[in-house]
T-cell receptor, first 114, second 116 residues
Framework: GAGVSQTPSNKVTEKGKYVELRCDPISGHTALYWYRQSLGQGPEFLIY????????DSGLPNDRFFAVRPEGSVSTLKIQRTERGDSAVYLCASSLMGDTDTQYFGPGTRLTVL | GNSVTQMEGPVTLSEEAFLTINCTYTATGYPSLFWYVQYPGEGLQLLLK?????DKGSNKGFEATYRKETTSFHLEKGSVQVSDSAVYFC??????FGGGADGLTFGKGTHLIIQP
């Protein structure tokens, strides 16, 4: 079956611009997570959705970052006024409600802010 | 808060050597513990997990035992192959009393290089 997919795979933007990153979870997975992985580091948790609602957004670094999941499936991570420090690989993961510890990761979107 | 510390890489070994990658953690409650692997050009994959103390996770010849007394979850393999070359991440998750729904906390990763 299809795994977690993310688009685009690469995104280059200029400082100050707005970007949207998309995640398509595995069908039937109600839990969805966003992580950010900087070069040479492990992934860092950003936000967790259970269904349509953000159950935990404690990892979002500041109010320039926002994520939605309006129909409980596809999610979009939105970054306003991008900064060079936002450059990283943004990973999405999904899991079944009854097994939220077992997360399946997508290939990631590499964001480069010039 | 939760944190994971794993040995710095790169770790370079010859084929058929014994592998240990150390991982220790700090957490409240009783988290679940994981090893994820990232092969070149691929996404993160769950390698193995353990959900309670003294549990042993195993997969593809890799093993790790959840040691609560030493807060460790070291990854081992008896005989590595060139195809094991990858970056390995130790991680912890909510588990019991740990929030369950929270995101995983990862270590920085250990780059493993196996030479033929």
């Amino acid at each position: 079956g299809a795994g977690v997919s993310q688009t685009p795979s690469n995104k280059v933007t200029e400082k100050g611009k707005y970007v949207e990153l998309r995640c398509d979870p595995i069908s039937g997975h109600t839990a969805l997570y966003w992580y950010r992985q900087s070069l040479g580091q492990g992934p860092e948790f950003l936000i967790y959705f259970q269904g349509t609602g953000a159950a935990d957004d404690s990892g979002l670094p500041n109010d320039r970052f926002f994520a939605v999941r309006p129909e409980g499936s596809v999610s979009t991570l939105k970054i306003q006024r991008t900064e060079r420090g936002d450059s990283a690989v943004y990973l999405c993961a999904s899991s079944l409600m009854g097994d939220t510890d077992t997360q399946y990761f997508g290939p990631g979107t590499r964001l480069t802010v010039l | 808060g939760n944190s994971v510390t794993q040995m710095e890489g790169p770790v370079t070994l010859s084929e058929e050597a014994f592998l240990t990658i150390n991982c220790t953690y700090t957490a409240t409650g009783y988290p679940s513990l994981f090893w994820y692997v990232q092969y070149p050009g691929e996404g993160l994959q769950l390698l193995l997990k353990a959900t309670k103390a003294d549990d042993k996770g195993s997969n593809k010849g890799f093993e790790a035992t959840y040691r609560k007394e030493t807060t460790s979850f070291h990854l081992e393999k008896g005989s590595v192959q060139v195809s094991d070359s990858a970056v390995y991440f130790c991680a912890l998750g909510g588990g019991v009393f740990g929030g369950g729904a929270d995101g995983l906390t990862f270590g920085k990763g250990t780059h493993l290089i196996i030479q033929p």
